[in-house]
């Protein structure tokens, strides 16, 4: 172990021991505890003033002798890394720390020690097995990754593969470290990687063998719930190409007496409690078990139960496991009952017979169920049990032995059965798992017990112990071995280091005269015991070896000195148990067993006897004849002891493990208490003693245990150079630096790719990078903290400046409106005192003339009231005698409305009643409404009316108000002439009276006027009042009206609109779940496809397999050829049947005299995945079934006109058969005229008969010429309305025979009217299947108009709830309501009739095509008849040419070929096919299109055989290619491309309606007439997803090895993230060397990738679906890794991150492909990355995150939190309080526990309808593809 002046000895103590520097102190609890220098140290102090964790001030003393200081702790920075070698002060405490940390704090139990892994046990079920994380490790470098026992495994299985060298996992640690869990979890890495050469499924048997195993071999301990008590060394087989073909375990040391010995609190082996827990099963009732309480078995321990374990569940898993290994039924039950007999045999009590013998009671009940179980009889089994039988030279003695040799006996026999039957289970296990093959490689795991030390340590722990100590040598040599090869390599100067060497405790043990020697020795003896062989160790090695220690207060115990700690052995027992003898006659009375397994289990029995001698004492002996010998033969037969067997299997694994690589895994038990992730320090260091780990880091301290490439340094500490030093040799670089920074060059060597320092000396390194950072931020600080305060100097003497300013400016102001003040107060003064003047003047002759007016105005008061009461008294009596006669006509006019209101609601009820009647009915509605529209009419008539009423009244008042205006301007010119009068009476005093004559007349005058003019202005006031009513009345309904419309229209577009949204939300949310649905199930079937593409490779693998193995050359025989294989498979693609035949035949020939139930099972499995595949085809077409509904529609209307036509046909048809009864009728009288007539006149020319003749054959032959015509036209149509109908006719084929051939045949060589004849007996029975055709479609009619009178009786429905909701509504409602109706059920009845319209222009274009297609057929007919005329039958009968018009041959898109050219035709367009070369030359797709062009001439023909054979032939060539150059990614995008062009090729010209929307009409000609192909589209449309699958998997292959390195270890930005110190587990460099992977190198191999899919050709479409595909592998795979590496996970590799992803989404950007769907592939990446920058401190902090990563699971978000790890001092790693805070927050998350993203994911693939604008008739093909056999149609 390193010491503190070791550690320290890199510079002067006076550097590192200084104020503030951390220190590790030893502790009695804790072991180390953390402290802080209060105080340097100075050379010489005696002690060190320390402040410990907790603020406790302490003065730790130094060691007087040693002066040792102290353990330097290691920088925050260095805590918690995943290598401890990568800690710069390596000792025991900085190990502990680090396991701690990683352990209680990041919830991490794996950690590296060099080549070490430590493990450990968590007690805790973690999510870090599954097959996502073994994926992840997979194919990964042990540095890259986070430790873990998949890296270990990885590193093996590589190892084995690149070195051709065995491998071996040694896993070792104490009872209940999970060793047994961590050899299960290697070997089910192995299974899943590997996987099986052969279809046996060995990986799952090796997987079975685990539960057998701990069955028999595991236990109940104090220490562990499922403690292996043996040892087990499985080496896993692997052939040639590293599959799995078998394994072969081997055991070491059972722990047997625990068959009859259980300590408290433990239990026997599990397979006794499963037992007794499934003994109520019925197959066990004649076991005679019970509860496990019952036996003295297994009821020592008093802890039967294990909490949390089903036993007999656990039970049903072994007997599975047996199966699976094939141990039948039989031999399990036979195991079984021995193991019960077992049971049984416990409970036999022996009791005293005397002092020297011992009997069994008779008739003992579980000693009859052993024997009956066992098949002996009882009287033997209870002899030999209380006797013995001892062999001399001349005789044999049978002698009784006392009730503890018998009870002994009786254990040691129960014992050896079990070891018996351990053995036979461990054989036939390894016989089911051997391979078949030759074994190419293995990889041994081994499970082997650790140290153990206990109070009474007897044999078993001396065997233990002696195996550890040979396996840590081994350890020691091997670990030495790698640091001499590592120096070497680096050629660095090899020193030797002193480690230790544990052979003399070796030697102790096992050499001669050792322990195990004289151990054998004292066996031999007669007389041996336990004391003797005590006293011969001690007289041997007590003075001679120092390793050999004798305890002081006892004679019968001895202490070894162990590596890892001394250890006292009790001698009781070891003789005993070394020996392991057995009475050989209880053994042969199970020989003579009547049960066939055990009498198996002993047939190799040896002969166990007990040494053999005289006895003295006892009762008399028996004398029996002696035994004959034979000549030669010893007379005493001693078989090997069990520490000799044990020291050979030792050495033999020692011998295997030396021949192959070794792994090392130690797992450490962290508690004995069993808590989940508690750790407690004490036993944790007193297994890293044991178990070899401090010793690695010892030898590593002892050399250079820190080592950094050139580059790494250089990035790391290029914060301590100059720009001076920087030079571009990094080495010369590094070398200049380390020779300035430290001055001792003993304390680094420099190799030659790597820096070599010493234990310390990157500490003191990363201290000198500290404070050189420490120093640029002080420095940075006061740069800034100057800016900052001179800033707020010049800010502070700104504002001064600012303020002294304003305030000059205001006292100036302030000056100035004094001044202002003084004079203005002075002009006021003047001011004030002329206006006090004036106003004084002015009150006085105010006051004057308020007197006189005053005066004045009394007197005219006066005279005013007096008048005024007269007329005010002449109106009080007109207002109450006019509010009298009011009154009382009010009364009347109440009385009257009130009799009129009784009768007229009498008469409102009774319209009322009438009204409901009549609202039923719809008319009445729609009378109602017109009714309702006429009275709003009416009244907006009348508003008007009264408006312009209104406007006249209104002008009326005007002129009123007008004259009003120009009377009181003339009475008011005669007041002031009044005025003038009075004042001249006045002067003129003579004329007063006069005057007052004419002042009383014209107040008379002034009076009547005044009366006139109010009566007017009260006229006019009044109907001004009225009209104002009137007018506000009818606003006011007005604005009723108009509210009430507006409030019945909003309501309408509101339910409207809400109608919409719902209707539209629904929709989307039906849509959505459809497409949801629909992606589900095409990714389903896609996955079945890819699964069925699986076996199919699989499948012709094993066919070549087995017929390599057929043709494997024998004696005799000639070795077939190599190239007959495949010539034999280019013809295969001929025909599927062809194939599937040739393929039977091999069958046949192969499969005679082998077993075939592997084959059977895979084509059982291939048979069960078609089937699934077929169903969830049809369910695929039932789920698009609504998509087609259209389509179907159109097929009804096409239906129907088709009906039409053929009732034409059918009356042309009648007409021709008139006239050909006709033509029979005038044929017949021409026979009976010449028959009549005969005579030599009767052939006259000028003779009646003559010229009948002559007339009728002119006129027969005009009607034939026409007939002809007809009979041609209408036979063409027949025929081709007969080949459309075979399509649609199920039980028709395309093979039949067209008869219409044979009739035009025929023509060639009859007369016209027998071909007529002939050609309507076709036409008749063409007819008769028509008219059968008609009569489903008629019955296909009936149920179209039945469901149209279904959606009428629903519209009816809706209607009348529609005419109930009106009702209910008010009148303008109503209204409203029914004209919306109206509106829209016109709006719907438009678009029907204009759908209609339009399928009805479909349907006349369509017919109008076929009639070109018709007539274009005719004409070819017509041709082709004339040419086959012979020229003696031109000159006999002239026949007028047909009126067809022959179009001149022009090329229609078709190619020909003759059938035996197909396979040259394939074999130059798609096997020798070079991509690039098309991709570069031609247009896109072009042997897509030359496919379809020979396809369509093949349907032209009607050559149903050679559209299959050319179609079969091209998938079959096209999965060939694939298959053969199925890696290379231009072959598989080329083909992709054009598998879907073809595709599209087949819907474009299908002549589907659907698909033909785009097509141009010289395209719509190039349809395809004769064949459906919509079943070659489904067998084309999954070609085209395996391809994809395969393209994608192909791209995966390429970005894979660029992923991790471009996206994650490469710094695209760089000197943000600086290199940590790593250890001797070297992770990749995150510098970027030549050949390592870039971002750049992504985008440009997404460029490549883009680039060719466009050159081929792609679909836009299909194009985003891929690069949607690839973003998603790049972000799962840089996630995954991310989340399974530590040193990733810090701030700055956010940044990269980040900056990353915006690469990434430029691209997409200028590829136009941000809407593909790409860039959310990336969010959980993105998420992380901003997980890892986001502050992690506060609540409000953990808020933020849990909305920020709601792409992110819960254990993802908290798994980053934990690898959190800073870079550099200055950031804070993230506590434990905040993470689980984090969980908390995120505890109601519905999301699945899984960690990794599943990187084996592809989104369904669709292939949307791309058509085509190129047409087919301009293709022009080049002589580079050697296709000149084609001709152009």
């Not at 004339?1426 to 041959?1449: A, D, H, L």
């Not at 750049?1640 to 792609?1658: D, K, P, V, W």
């Amino acid at each position: 172990m390193e010491k503190g002046h070791d550690s320290s000895s890199s510079m002067a103590a006076s550097e590192l021991y200084t104020k503030f520097a951390r220190v590790w102190i030893p502790d009695a609890e804790e072991v180390w505890k953390s402290a802080e220098l209060t105080k340097n140290y100075k050379h010489g102090d005696k002690l060190l003033h320390l402040t410990l964790e907790d603020g406790t001030n302490i003065e730790y003393n130094l060691d007087e002798k040693t002066k040792n200081l102290p353990h330097l702790r290691n920088p925050d920075i260095l805590v918690g890394e995943n290598d401890l070698t990568a800690l710069s002060y390596l000792h025991e405490p900085a190990v502990l720390h680090n396991l701690k940390v990683r352990f209680t704090d990041s919830k991490l139990i794996y950690t590296y020690c060099g080549i070490v892994l430590v493990a450990i046990n968590p007690y805790e079920n973690l999510p870090i097995y599954g097959s996502d994380i073994i994926n992840a490790y997979s194919g990964q470098n042990m540095g890259d990754m986070d430790p873990h026992i998949f890296a270990v495994a990885e590193e093996a299985y590589k190892q084995m593969a690149r070195d051709e060298r065995n491998q071996s996992i040694i896993v070792s640690g104490e009872s209940g470290a999970g060793k047994t869990v961590s050899a299960k979890y290697a070997m089910r890495y192995f299974a899943t990687v590997s996987g099986a050469a052969t279809e046996a499924n060995v990986e799952e048997k090796v997987l079975a063998s685990n539960p057998i195993m701990e069955a028999i071999g595991n236990a109940k301990t104090t220490r562990n719930d499922n403690s292996s008590r043996f040892g087990k060394y499985i080496e896993i087989g692997f052939d040639k190409r590293y599959r799995i073909i078998g394994a072969n375990m081997r055991t070491y040391l059972l722990e047997k007496s625990r068959v009859v010995f259980q300590a408290d609190e433990e239990r026997n082996y599990h397979i006794f409690y499963q037992l007794c827990a499934s003994s109520h099963l019925p197959e066990f009732k004649n076991l005679k078990l019970g509860g496990a309480d019952d036996f003295h078995c297994t009821n020592q321990g008093g802890s039967p139960v294990i909490d949390g374990v089903d036993d007999s569940k656990e039970m049903s898993t072994t007997r599975n496991a047996f199966s699976l290994l094939g141990i039948n039924e039989q031999n399990q039950m036979g195991l079984f009952q021995v193991l019960a007999a077992i049971l049984h045999l416990g409970n036999v009590e022996i009791k005293d017979r005397d002092s020297d013998s011992s009997a069994i009671p008779p008739n003992n009940r579980h000693l009859q169920v052993f024997c009956e179980l066992m098949g002996v009889t009882y009287q033997d089994m209870s002899h030999w049990l209380c006797h013995k039988k001892l062999k001399t030279a001349q005789e044999t003695y049978i002698k009784p032995i006392p009730r503890m040799q018998a009870s002994n006996a009786r254990d040691a026999l129960a014992k050896h059965i079990y070891a018996k039957v351990f053995s036979w289970i461990v054989d036939h296990v390894n016989q089911s798992l051997r391979a078949s093959v030759k074994q190419h490689s293995f990889i041994g795991v081994l499970d082997i017990y650790g140290f153990e030390t206990f109070e009474v340590n007897s044999f078993e722990q001396f065997c233990i112990n002696y195996a550890n100590e040979k396996l840590q040598q081994q350890f020691n040599m091997h670990v030495f071995k790698l640091e001499q090869e590592e120096y070497l390599k680096e050629q660095i100067p090899w020193t030797l280091i002193d480690f230790y060497d544990n052979q003399p405790c070796i030697n102790l043990i096992e050499a001669k005269m050792g322990v195990l020697d004289l151990l054998d020795e004292e066996c031999k003896m007669p007389k041996g015991s336990d004391d003797s062989w005590a006293q011969k160790l001690y007289n041997t090695h007590l003075k001679t070896c120092t390793l050999f220690e004798k305890p002081r207060m006892s004679n019968k115990a001895f202490i070894i000195q162990h590596f890892a700690d001394k250890v006292e052995y009790q001698c009781e027992g070891f003789l005993e148990k070394n020996k392991d003898t057995v009475n050989e006659e209880q053994i042969n009375v199970l020989k003579a067993s009547k049960l066939d397994l055990l009498v198996e289990l002993f047939q190799d029995e040896e002969k166990a006897t007990s040494p053999t001698g005289t006895t003295t004492g006892g009762r008399t002996r028996l004398s029996v004849k002696p035994k004959e010998v034979r000549p030669g033969a010893s007379s005493k037969e001693h078989k090997k002891t069990v520490g000799c067997q044990f020291r050979n299997s030792l050495a033999m694994l020692m011998e295997t493990l030396n021949a192959t690589t070794p792994h090392y895994v130690r797992c450490i038990k962290p508690n004995d208490l069993k808590f989940p992730f508690t750790f407690d320090p004490k036993r944790a260091v007193q297994q890293l003693r044991a178990c070899g780990v401090l010793e690695t880091i010892r030898i590593s301290a002892a050399g250079f245990p820190s080592r950094w490439t050139y580059q790494e340094f250089f990035s790391r500490y290029r914060v301590l150079m100059k720009q001076k030093d920087v030079l571009s040799d990094r080495r010369l670089t590094c070398r200049n630096v380390l020779e300035k920074l430290v001055q001792d060059q003993d304390k680094y060597q420099f190799g030659k790719t790597k820096i070599f320092f010493r234990a310390g000396q990157v500490a003191y390194l990363e201290k000198l990078r500290a404070d050189k950072l420490r120093q640029a931020c002080v420095r940075i600080q006061k740069t800034i903290r100057c800016w900052l305060v001179r800033k707020k100097y010049l800010r502070k003497k700104h504002a001064a400046m600012t303020i002294q300013r304003y305030t000059r400016g205001h006292q100036a102001r302030c000056l100035v409106k004094f001044m202002r003040r003084t004079r203005a107060a002075i002009v006021i003064q003047k001011f004030q005192r002329m206006y006090v003047q004036r106003k004084l003047y002015r009150q006085k002759q105010a006051a004057a003339l308020v007197m006189q007016t005053i005066l004045r105005a009394y007197m005219a008061r006066q005279k005013y009231q007096g008048l005024l009461r007269n007329h005010k008294a002449v109106f009080i009596q007109k207002h109450v005698r006019g509010w009298l006669a009011r009154q009382r006509y009010k009364r009347s006019l109440r009385a009257i409305v009130y009799l009129q209101c009784c009768i007229r609601r009498m008469k409102a009820k009774k319209e009322l009643k009438k009204l409901k009647i009549e609202a039923r009915s719809v008319e009445h509605f729609k009378k109602l409404n017109v009714g309702m529209e006429n009275k709003i009419m009416q009244l907006q008539r009348k508003i008007d009316e009264q408006t312009k009423d209104n406007r006249l009244i209104s002008e009326r008042l005007n002129g009123l108000e007008t004259s009003h205006a120009l009377e009181s301007e003339k009475l008011k010119i005669e007041v002031s002439k009044l005025k003038g009068i009075e004042e001249e009476a006045k002067n003129n005093a003579n004329r007063v009276t006069s005057l007052l004559e004419e002042l009383e007349r014209l107040r008379k005058d002034l009076t009547t006027t005044q009366k006139e003019k109010k009566t007017i202005e009260d006229w006019a006031t009044k109907y001004r009042d009225e009209m104002e009513q009137m007018v506000a009345e009818l606003k006011e309904e007005n604005g009723l009206l108009k509210t009430e419309k507006n409030d019945l229209n909003r309501m309408i577009k509101e339910q409207s609109q809400q109608m919409t949204e719902k209707m539209a939300r629904a929709l989307a949310e039906e849509t959505h779940q459809l497409e949801s649905d629909l992606n589900e199930e095409r990714s389903r079937y896609q996955n079945l496809l890819t699964e069925h593409l699986r076996l199919e490779e699989r499948y012709d693998d094993l066919k070549e397999e087995i017929t390599l193995s057929v043709n494997v050359p024998k004696a005799g025989h000639r070795r077939t050829d190599s190239t007959h294989s495949s010539n034999g498979s280019e013809c295969t693609y001929n025909s599927e049947f062809a194939e599937s035949e040739e393929s039977s035949r091999h069958g046949e020939d192969v499969t005679r005299g082998m077993d075939t139930s592997l084959t059977l099972k895979l084509q059982k499995r291939v048979t069960e995945l078609e089937q699934e595949k077929s169903s969830l085809r049809n369910e695929l077409e039932n789920r698009e079934e609504q998509f087609q509904r259209a389509r179907a529609r159109d097929d009804e209307e096409h239906r129907k006109s088709r009906g039409a036509e053929l009732e034409y046909e059918s009356l042309k048809r009648q007409e021709l058969d008139s006239e050909n009864k006709k033509l029979k009728h005038d044929l017949t009288a021409m026979r009976q005229s010449l028959l009549g007539n005969a005579g030599a006149e009767a052939g006259a020319p000028g003779s009646a008969p003559y010229k009948v003749l002559v007339d009728q054959l002119n006129t027969l032959c005009e009607e034939l010429e026409v007939r002809k015509e007809e009979v041609l036209i209408l036979r063409s149509q027949l025929v081709s309305q007969k080949e459309a109908m075979q399509h649609k006719d199920e039980k028709e084929t395309m093979t039949e025979p067209l008869h219409y051939a044979e009739d035009v045949h025929n023509m060639k060589d009859s007369g016209a009217i027998t071909q007529a004849y002939l050609s309507l007996k076709e036409t008749n029975r063409l007819l008769e299947g028509q008219m059968q055709q008609q009569r489903r479609s008629y019955d296909n009619d009936v149920e179209v108009l039945r469901g149209e009178l279904q959606s009428l009786k629903e519209e009816n429905n809706r209607q009348q709830q529609l005419l109930a909701q009106n009702l209910q509504l008010p009148p303008e409602a109503r209204i409203e309501a029914s004209l919306q109706h109206e509106i829209t059920r016109l709006t719907n009845e438009n678009l029907d009739l204009m759908e209609q319209l339009e399928k009805q222009d479909k349907t006349i274009r369509k017919l109008k095509k076929q009639l070109k297609v018709f007539s274009k057929k005719i004409g070819e007919m017509g041709a082709g008849q004339g040419e086959s005329v012979s020229p003696g039958q031109m000159v006999e009968e002239t026949v007028r040419p047909v009126n067809i018009p022959r179009r001149e041959k022009d090329f229609q898109g078709m190619l020909e070929y003759k059938q035996e050219d197909e396979l040259k035709l394939v074999k130059n367009l798609i096997l020798e096919l070079k991509p690039r070369g098309v991709a570069v030359n031609l247009i896109p797709g072009l042997p897509a299109y030359i496919l379809f062009m020979c396809l369509r001439h093949a349907d032209y023909v009607n050559d149903d055989q050679k559209v299959r054979t050319l179609l079969t032939s091209t998938i079959n060539s096209i999965k060939k290619i694939l298959k053969k150059r199925g890696d290379d990614f231009e072959t598989v995008s080329f083909w992709l491309s054009n598998t879907c062009r073809f595709l599209h090729c087949l819907k474009q010209y299908s002549g589907d309606e659907s698909f033909m929307k785009h097509n141009t009409p010289k395209q719509n000609e190039h349809c395809l007439s004769n064949f459906d192909l919509a079943e070659y589209r489904q067998v084309l449309s999954d070609l085209a997803i395996q391809i994809y699958q395969q393209l994608i998997k192909c791209m995966e292959n390429i970005l894979q090895p660029m992923i991790v390195s471009g996206m994650l270890e490469h710094e695209t930005i760089q000197g943000v993230s600086g290199v940590k110190p790593t250890g001797l587990r070297k992770r990749t460099s995150s510098i970027a060397d030549e050949g390592t992977y870039t971002l750049e190198s992504i985008l440009r191999q997404l460029s490549a990738f883009h680039s060719t899919m466009c050159q081929h050709g792609t679909d836009p479409e299909l194009i985003k679906q891929v690069v949607k595909q690839q973003f998603y592998i790049i972000g799962a795979v840089t996630l995954n890794n991310l989340l399974l590496r530590k040193d990733m996970c810090s701030w700055s590799k956010g940044m990269q991150i980040r900056y990353n992803v915006s690469q990434l989404e430029e691209w997409l950007r200028d590829k136009s492909l941000m809407m593909c769907g790409a860039k959310e592939t990336l969010e959980p990446l993105i998420q992380a990355a901003q997980l890892l920058q986001v502050k992690k401190k506060t609540d409000e902090d953990a808020e933020a995150i849990c909305s920020l990563c709601n792409c992110l699971s819960t254990a993802q978000i908290v798994k980053v939190l934990n690898l959190y790890t800073p870079v550099n001092e200055f950031e804070e790693r993230v506590s434990v309080a905040f993470i689980r805070t984090i969980q908390t927050r995120l505890r109601d998350r519905c999301e699945t526990p899984q960690l990794l993203m599943d990187t084996k994911v592809i989104y369904p693939v669709t292939f949307p309808f791309n058509p085509s604008s190129l047409a087919l008739e301009s293709i022009q093909i080049p002589g580079s593809l050697n296709l000149g056999f084609l001709t152009r149609v």
